[in-house]
């Protein structure tokens, strides 16, 4: 049979740029460097393109393992609709300890923002969204402001983000300490990994360098989604992380998924796009 239609463009070509080198980083005990990657999704016809919002996705592992092309796959639906995609990544605790994971993801950022034109970004508008360990990443980009983070190249632009995606990270890693202490073959890789810093007798510091603790008005806006059965990041991580940013002034949706398990596939369907796009064009629309 034979058939003719009519042609269509609804949906854009979307390519995939893949592993772009955005930092160089010293290995093997300062004698070798090592190249951070990322990877891109953009419209295919780069003529026809116009600035279009950032979308910075972070992989999870623990902190102890990243692959930035995994979820390609899940981000092309982002892609479609609208936004410039990238997935970078970053060092683990293997390699360095904290805060080495989160000055690669801001060097990230600020690559992406000196090559605007490059890759068809409207650099007002750069989201940065993660799972696990990388959404706690994605929340300290946008919380923590400290000039010593930014290192490297491209100092001139910015590390700012306009808003944050959280899919179920850890942000307060005290909240486990107790738990570990009766582990005590573990408890100096957990404090290593999850960038804990104790007293010198090994209890928490009260002084908590981390998230929670720097949550300003000038915060940007947070979409924070976490299942109700996540049997490896308690749900009480995001209920704190919500009620610290309401009580701080900061705008913020929680969306709680039932029964969903820690990185199940609930979190990477149609109604969970569609939860995001929504929230980063009203971020977009309100600063435009």
């Given at each position: 049979?034979?058939?003719?239609?009519?042609?269509?463009?609804?949906?854009?070509?979307?390519?995939l740029i893949s592993d772009i080198t955005y930092k160089n980083e010293d290995s093997w005990y300062g004698e070798t460097?090592?190249?951070?990657?990322?990877?891109?999704?953009?419209?295919?016809?780069?003529?026809?393109?116009?600035?279009?919002?950032?979308?910075?996705?972070?992989?999870?592992?623990?902190?102890?393992?990243?692959?930035?092309?995994?979820?390609?796959?899940?981000?092309?639906?982002?892609?479609?609709?609208?936004?410039?995609?990238?997935?970078?990544?970053?060092?683990?605790?293997?390699?360095?300890?904290?805060?080495?994971?989160?000055?690669?993801?801001?060097?990230?950022?600020?690559?992406?923002?000196?090559?605007?034109?490059?890759?068809?970004?409207?650099?007002?508008?750069?989201?940065?969204?993660?799972?696990?360990?990388?959404?706690?990443?994605?929340?300290?980009?946008?919380?923590?402001?400290?000039?010593?983070?930014?290192?490297?190249?491209?100092?001139?632009?910015?590390?700012?983000?306009?808003?944050?995606?959280?899919?179920?990270?850890?942000?307060?890693?005290?909240?486990?300490?107790?738990?570990?202490?009766?582990?005590?073959?573990?408890?100096?890789?957990?404090?290593?990994?999850?960038?804990?810093?104790p007293n010198e007798d090994g209890s928490p510091s009260e002084a908590d360098p981390l998230a929670l603790s720097h949550?300003?008005?000038?915060?940007?806006?947070?979409?924070?989604?976490?299942?109700?059965?996540?049997?490896?990041?308690?749900?009480?991580?995001?209920?704190?992380?919500?009620?610290?940013?309401?009580?701080?002034?900061?705008?913020?949706?929680y969306i709680r998924i039932e029964g969903a398990i820690h990185g199940e596939d609930s979190f990477y369907q149609p109604?969970?796009?569609?939860?995001?796009?929504?929230?980063?064009?009203?971020?977009?629309?309100?600063?435009?």
């Amino acid at each position: 049979m034979i058939r003719t239609i009519p042609a269509d463009r609804t949906w854009p070509n979307i390519a995939l740029i893949s592993d772009i080198t955005y930092k160089n980083e010293d290995s093997w005990y300062g004698e070798t460097q090592r190249p951070l990657k990322l990877s891109v999704l953009m419209p295919k016809h780069r003529e026809e393109c116009k600035p279009m919002p950032l979308l910075l996705w972070l992989c999870g592992g623990n902190f102890q393992v990243v692959d930035h092309n995994i979820w390609i796959p899940e981000m092309v639906d982002y892609a479609r609709r609208g936004f410039i995609v990238a997935s970078a990544e970053y060092r683990t605790v293997n390699d360095v300890p904290y805060p080495a994971p989160l000055v690669d993801v801001k060097a990230a950022i600020r690559y992406l923002r000196a090559h605007k034109e490059r890759y068809c970004i409207d650099d007002r508008y750069i989201f940065v969204m993660g799972e696990s360990a990388g959404a706690a990443l994605a929340c300290y980009a946008g919380i923590l402001k400290d000039p010593a983070l930014d290192q490297g190249d491209f100092l001139e632009v910015s590390s700012a983000v306009s808003g944050v995606i959280d899919l179920y990270g850890p942000v307060d890693f005290r909240l486990d300490f107790e738990n570990v202490r009766e582990h005590p073959a573990k408890h100096g890789a957990y404090l290593q990994r999850t960038m804990a810093f104790p007293n010198e007798d090994g209890s928490p510091s009260e002084a908590d360098p981390l998230a929670l603790s720097h949550i300003t008005p000038d915060t940007p806006p947070f979409l924070i989604l976490h299942g109700t059965g996540d049997e490896k990041v308690p749900l009480k991580q995001s209920d704190d992380l919500y009620a610290t940013l309401t009580e701080k002034g900061v705008p913020a949706d929680y969306i709680r998924i039932e029964g969903a398990i820690h990185g199940e596939d609930s979190f990477y369907q149609p109604r969970i796009v569609d939860l995001v796009v929504e929230f980063m064009n009203r971020i977009v629309n309100d600063l435009e």
